[in-house]
């Protein structure tokens, strides 16, 4: 047996290795989509001159709705800007299939409190000194 560390993998390593890992998924659950199923969405706010101040980036897919990527101008911070793209988000998840929604976050642990999301484990030291938190909510109650 070779192991070979490969520093940036060519998109066909990549693919062969996740094609292997769907595969083996689909001999477990043969009613798995594909990931050429995903729904990978952004939800935008932007000022009356078109300047992005909030943004989220995520993704639905096998029943779930993972927020990727939030971000609020510190301008807009405080506003309800940044509730309002969750529930967007949320709305367009649950609109395609998402029962539950997931996300981490270092600093933003009582923000998404706020919105009914818990946390369900917590990793230390990523990066040092802080805590990751991962956190979920039940989009189907």
């Known amino acids: 047996m070779n192991y070979e560390l490969i520093n940036s993998p060519s998109p066909e390593l990549v693919k062969e290795l996740t094609s292997n890992f769907f595969a083996y998924s689909k001999s477990k659950l043969p009613n798995l989509p594909p990931e050429s199923e995903d729904k990978i969405f952004m939800v ?25 990527t939030v971000w609020v101008s510190g301008k807009e911070r405080g506003n309800g800007l940044g509730s309002e793209l969750v ?20 600093d933003a642990k009582a923000f998404y409190t706020k919105l009914g999301y818990e946390v369900y484990g917590a990793l230390e030291d990523r990066p040092i000194g802080t805590l990751l938190y991962h956190m979920k909510k039940r989009l189907n109650k």
């Open 87 to 106: 529930s967007k988000a949320e709305a367009f998840g649950i609109s395609n299939g998402a029962v539950i929604a997931f996300l981490k976050t270092m």
């Open 44 to 68: 935008s706010a932007r000022s009356q001159s078109g300047e992005l101040i909030g943004g989220i980036l995520a993704n639905c897919y096998w029943d779930g709705l993972e927020i990727d």
